[in-house]
Antibody, heavy 119, light 111 residues
Framework: EVQLVQSGAEVKKPGESLKISCTVS????????IGWVRQVPGKGLEWMGI????????KYSPSFQAQVTLSVDKSISTAYLQWRSLEASDTAMYYC????????????WGQGTLVTVSS | QSVLTQPPSVSGAPGQRVTISCTGS?????????VSWYQQFPGTAPKLLIY???NRPSGVPDRFSGSKSGTSASLAITGLQAEDEADYYC???????????FGGGTKLTVL
C-alpha cells in the first residue's frame, strides 16, 4: 500500500527556520517525483515545486523558488520542504504528493502539515 | 488569479446532475496536456478523482466523469448525493510556465 506520512503541525515565529518531512512507503521512493502543494486556510491549492528523489532534480514555481528548498534523504525514503526564514504569510497547510509515473497528476497525497507562523 | 479558471461555486439537489468547468488556454489544456480532477473534503487532503481527462481511479463511483474539449475540461457528477459536497480542483500542465497548475477550486453544495 502506497503511503505518504508527513510530520506534525508546527508553530513558529517570523524569521525562524523550519524543515517538514514526508516519508513514503509501499513503492520505490527513487522512481517517482514528489511534489509539494500549499493551501492557505480557506483558499485553493498552489503547486510549489517537485523533486525527483533518484537524482534530486528539482523544479520550483517562481512564486516559491526564493522562499523554500526541496530535498530528499534516499536512505530513509523521506522528502523535505525547508524554509530559512519564515514569514507570517507562510501560514498554511502543506501537502506532499506523489506524481504519477505516466503524467503530471498526483495519485497519492500525504495527510498535510499545518504550519503556523505568528509572533 | 489561477491559470485554470473554475466557477467558485455550484449547487444542485440530490439526484440531479451538475457540471464543473475548468477553462484554460493554448499553453495548457488547449496544448493537449491532460486534465486531472481532485476532490477535497474540509480538513482532509485532496484525493484524485479523474486522471487522463476521463479515467477514474479504482474506487471512484462512475457517477463522476470527466471530459475535455479545446481549451476547457469539465467534471460531471450525476445522481448527486449529500456526500458529494466538497471542493473540486482541476489540474493540468502549462508549457509556458513549465509546471503543473491548479484551478482555483469549486465548492459544490448539495441543496
Amino acid at each position: 500500500e502506497v503511503q505518504l506520512v508527513q510530520s506534525g503541525a508546527e508553530v513558529k515565529k517570523p524569521g525562524e527556520s523550519l524543515k517538514i518531512s514526508c516519508t513514503v512507503s509501499g513503492y520505490s521512493f527513487t522512481e517517482y517525483w514528489i511534489g509539494w502543494v500549499r493551501q492557505v486556510p480557506g483558499k485553493g491549492l498552489e503547486w510549489m515545486g517537485i523533486i525527483y528523489p533518484g537524482d534530486s532534480d528539482t523544479k520550483y514555481s517562481p512564486s516559491f523558488q526564493a522562499q523554500v528548498t526541496l530535498s530528499v534523504d534516499k536512505s530513509i525514503s523521506t522528502a523535505y520542504l525547508q524554509w530559512r526564514s519564515l514569514e507570517a504569510s507562510d501560514t498554511a497547510m502543506y501537502y506532499c504528493a506523489r506524481e504519477s509515473e505516466s503524467d503530471y497528476y498526483f495519485d497519492y497525497w500525504g495527510q498535510g502539515t499545518l504550519v503556523t507562523v505568528s509572533s | 488569479q489561477s491559470v485554470l479558471t473554475q466557477p467558485p461555486s455550484v449547487s444542485g439537489a440530490p439526484g440531479q446532475r451538475v457540471t464543473i468547468s475548468c477553462t484554460g488556454s493554448s499553453s495548457n489544456i488547449g496544448a493537449n496536456y491532460v486534465v486531472s480532477w481532485y476532490q477535497q473534503f474540509p480538513g482532509t487532503a485532496p484525493k484524485l478523482l479523474i486522471y487522463f481527462n476521463t479515467n477514474r481511479p479504482s474506487g471512484v463511483p462512475d457517477r463522476f466523469s470527466g471530459s475535455k474539449s479545446g481549451t476547457s475540461a469539465s467534471l460531471a457528477i450525476t445522481g448527486l448525493q449529500a456526500e458529494d459536497e466538497a471542493d473540486y480542483y482541476c489540474q493540468s500542465y502549462d508549457s509556458s510556465l513549465s509546471r503543473s497548475v491548479f484551478g482555483g477550486g469549486t465548492k459544490l453544495t448539495v441543496l
